[in-house]
């Protein structure tokens, strides 16, 4: 089936410095990719989507490249700031007989100390 | 905007009860709901997914018959934990979306304690 890995499962950082969290997908055809982020006592919220290869998602200084070759899709952001602190989660999404389910990664929890 | 709203947002129930939790769409008709169980290390289980005029599909490990599901219009949803234990617990996400080519838009969730 479907499935999505993300590598960190924590992340400690400084403000200003660059993020990386790494994640791939095993998926047929052309999943649709997302990333989402959580704060505490929230649900997730969609941070960006990408649908092609080559295609980049970007959103509040975050971005990510579908790349089919390597089936990835990692998320960057070139400066963190405190308020970035949350949990962040690399999703997929297949249509499969009519519905579109989301598929999600374990999730990268990130601390970006002041 | 889209918004989806959860209650109750918090509940505790004796091991062996049912409870039951409700979500509902705002600013959009939610021809898609899908419940998930957010583990208390963070992971995400699809429980179901409700589709408009389809039969809610459950995935692997959930059924019906411990996690019934209503879906009785565009504009709401509830899903029912029967006989819970502690295994149950965990936060509760419903999201919903508009159709196939929208996004889901979450809730903040039912969080279930079993005592």
């Known amino acids: 089936g479907d499935s999505v890995t993300q590598t960190e499962g924590q992340v400690a950082l400084s403000e200003e410095d660059f993020l990386t969290i790494h994640c791939n997908y095993s998926?047929?055809?052309?999943?649709?990719l997302f990333w989402y982020v959580q704060y505490p006592g929230e649900g997730p919220q969609l941070l960006f989507r990408?649908?092609?290869?080559?295609e980049k998602g970007s959103s509040r200084g975050f971005e990510a490249t579908y790349d089919k070759g390597t089936t990835s899709f990692h998320l960057r952001k070139a400066s963190v700031q405190e308020s970035d602190s949350a949990v962040y989660y690399c999703?997929?999404?297949?249509?499969?007989?009519?519905?579109?389910?989301?598929?999600f990664g374990q999730g990268t929890v990130l601390s970006v100390i002041p | 905007g889209a918004l989806v709203y959860q209650y109750p947002r918090r509940t505790i129930c004796k091991s062996g009860t049912s409870m039951r939790m409700e979500c509902q769409a705002v600013g959009f008709q939610a021809t898609s709901v899908a419940w998930y169980r957010q583990s208390p290390q963070k992971t995400f289980e699809l429980i179901a997914l409700s589709t408009v005029n389809s039969a809610i599909k459950y995935e692997q490990n959930f059924t019906q018959e411990k996690f019934p599901i209503s879906h009785p219009n565009l504009s709401f949803s509830s899903m029912t934990v029967l006989n819970a234990y502690l295994e149950d617990r965990g936060l509760y996400l419903c999201?919903?979306?508009?159709?196939?080519?929208?996004?889901?838009?979450f809730g903040s969730g039912t969080r279930l304690l079993v005592i």
């Open positions: 999703a997929l999404s297949r249509s499969t007989g009519g519905n579109n389910k989301l598929t």
């Open positions: 998926a047929s055809g052309y999943p649709t």
């Open positions: 999201g919903a979306r508009g159709g196939q080519n929208s996004d889901y838009t």
């Open positions: 990408a649908s092609r290869d080559k």
